[in-house]
């Protein structure tokens, strides 16, 4: 069935650089919105980043200009290239799929990755 495999994350310095990346697995007939939410402890999720089947990008606020959200439909993947990081970025990122399973089908459905940590220090 489908999953979604997550990977990158770690930990670096304040104003350091890291990247997310997320494949989604099996045989979907295709793959419509894309990205990444978090979720720091105590908080709510939030979106980070999403982009579009028609490559349209959106960002939450907080992170406009520092991250950059990009996919390749023939590896059925999406990249997040977060840079100029900050202790506040510290979560766990989820990626987010909504992903066409067959043909016939008129909605997609969504699934979540397993979530990866990403910690800033100061």
């Known amino acids: 069935q489908v999953e979604l495999v997550e990977s990158g994350g770690g930990s670096v310095q304040s104003g350091g650089s890291l990247g997310l990346s997320c494949a989604v697995s099996g045989r979907p007939y295709g793959v419509n919105t894309m990205g990444w939410y978090r979720q720091a402890p105590g908080q709510q999720r939030e979106m980070v980043a999403l982009?579009?089947?028609?490559?349209?990008?959106y960002y939450g606020e907080s992170v406009k200009g520092r991250f950059s959200i990009a996919r390749d439909d023939a590896e059925k993947t999406v990249h997040l290239q977060m840079n100029t990081l900050k202790p506040e970025d510290t979560a766990v990122y989820y990626c987010?799929?909504?992903?066409?399973?067959?043909?016939?089908?008129?909605?997609?459905?969504?699934?979540w990755g397993r979530g990866i940590q990403v910690t800033v220090s100061s």
């Open positions: 987010y799929s909504d992903v066409r399973l067959e043909w016939r089908s008129s909605q997609g459905q969504v699934y």
């Open positions: 982009i579009t089947s028609g490559k349209t990008t």
